[in-house]
């Protein structure tokens, strides 16, 4: 029931740059997981997201102390390892640590990145992640120099510092011989992507090895000091507002809903249950999903699917938009701010962990888990007799924003770690 698709090439355009990029072995991992999946979209192997090998050697009931004592800068800066999962085009994750490691870089220190592709993943290569890297908008440049991870190897060199991104590259820093500091990049509280079992204790667990967390928001640092007794920043939640900028002045009657079905904790199949009931009501209202090709979905209304999106083109398709439905069930993602920054409406499940990540902003219509009740606060969005008004405001108080204040809190606990400890 979707009408205008945008899911991004065709497969056979996709195959070829697999097989150009990655080699053989990619295209046939990618071609038995499709297969794979048609019976279950969703199914997993335990542990198949880490090396077994990593998770095997860290044994953290034996305490260590990675963060105490000084470390000078040298002139020409730190060296710093940072292991991350291979990007995509479309992870907002990936951007957004590409986006402080920029900050690293500029501000004087050296980046090697090692990218930590387990068995859930194809056979990445370095010079196909730097292709994608260098034909999509969404990622700064960097100098980095960029290795693929072996647990055979490790982490080989001379670092001042290791950063790990995820639960499973946790393990992998926790290896590394050397004296370095270790940092933990946290965007979510990851255990909870999984059911109770094998890959929520080693989840869990990643939070247990001594690193110094940088959170994304509070509610993550809170969450981890809380529960795991780990030392933890946070910066702030931000929005490039030069970017996401308001252009459209007129009054709206779209709504825009940010679907990621493979991605349980946006909670995709209770937004649809919320859009069914809102379309029931207002069936003449255009319905944008965007994030993910929904076209193999069981969608039972008219919809716009854009499908995964490249970065430039969201603001134009926001700027259609009166209100915005997104929900999270960890940690919120920056879609919120991002459609705020346009001056849309956004409709967020009511709850702790979204309130206090995005700063109980008085703009946002935080809304228990209801389909009635957001549907109600998304045509109220609609409705409203001063939504142009409302619309300028919300823009309004993002003023000249962006990532800098947050690069500086990122920056301040980094620096205050390697000079002074925890």
């Known amino acids: 029931m979707s009408r205008a698709g945008g899911a991004g090439g065709s497969a056979a355009s996709r195959a070829l740059n697999s097989l150009r990029d990655e080699g053989l072995a990619s295209l046939a991992w990618r071609a038995g997981k499709r297969l794979s999946s048609r019976s279950d979209r969703y199914a997993s192997i335990p542990l198949e997201s880490v090396y077994r090998d990593d998770v095997i050697a860290v044994d953290w009931t034996v305490a260590r102390d990675f963060n105490s004592g000084k470390v000078v800068a040298p002139a020409t800066g730190y060296n710093i390892a940072w292991v991350i999962s291979p990007p995509s085009a479309i992870g907002g994750g990936h951007h957004n640590a590409w986006r402080f490691m920029k900050f690293l870089e500029e501000a004087g220190h050296n980046l090697t990145l090692y990218f930590y592709s387990a068995p859930a993943f194809p056979k990445f290569s370095v010079a196909g992640i730097r292709r994608m890297l260098e034909t999509t908008t969404a990622y700064p440049q960097l100098q980095a120099d960029m290795r693929m991870y072996s647990p ?4 080989e060199g001379d670092y001042h510092a290791i950063v790990a991104s995820d639960w499973a590259t946790a393990y992998a820093a926790y290896r590394y011989p050397g004296e370095a500091k270790r940092f933990y990049f946290v965007q979510d509280f990851e255990p909870v992507f999984f059911p109770a079992g094998s890959d929520y204790v080693v989840a869990e667990n990643s939070y247990r090895l001594g690193f110094h967390g940088l959170t994304v928001g509070p509610w993550l640092s809170q969450k981890l000091a809380r529960d ?30 940010y679907a990621r079905p493979t991605t349980p904790r946006r909670a995709t199949e209770f937004g649809l249950l919320v859009l069914e009931e809102f379309h029931r009501q207002r069936p003449k209202v255009t319905i944008h999903i965007a994030g993910w090709d929904m076209s193999t979905y069981d969608v039972p209304f008219p919809y716009v699917n854009h499908g995964a999106m490249d970065v430039r083109d969201l603001p134009a398709l926001y700027n259609r938009c009166a209100a915005a439905l997104s929900i999270s069930l960890t940690s919120s993602s920056l879609f919120p701010f991002e459609v705020m920054s346009c001056g849309v409406q956004p409709v967020v499940n009511d709850a702790d962990n979204t309130r206090v990540a995005l700063g109980n902003n008085k703009h946002i219509d935080f809304v228990p888990l209801s389909p009635q009740a957001m549907s109600r606060a998304l045509i109220a969005a609609i409705d409203r007799p001063d939504q142009v008004a409302h619309s300028r405001k919300i823009a309004a108080s993002f003023g000249d ?3 800098a ?18």
Do not use: C
Not at 228 to 255: C, I, K, L, Q, W
Not at 408 to 415: C, I, S
């Open 152 to 155: 055979e190897t490790g982490i």
């Open 228 to 257: 795991f007794g780990m030392a933890a920043d946070h910066y702030d939640y931000a929005v490039n507002s030069s970017f996401y900028a308001r252009t459209n002045d007129e009054p709206r009657s779209d709504v825009i809903f």
């Open 401 to 403: 924003s962006g990532w």
């Open 405 to 422: 204040d947050s690069g500086v809190q990122f920056l301040d606990a980094f620096t205050r770690v390697m000079t002074r400890g925890k």
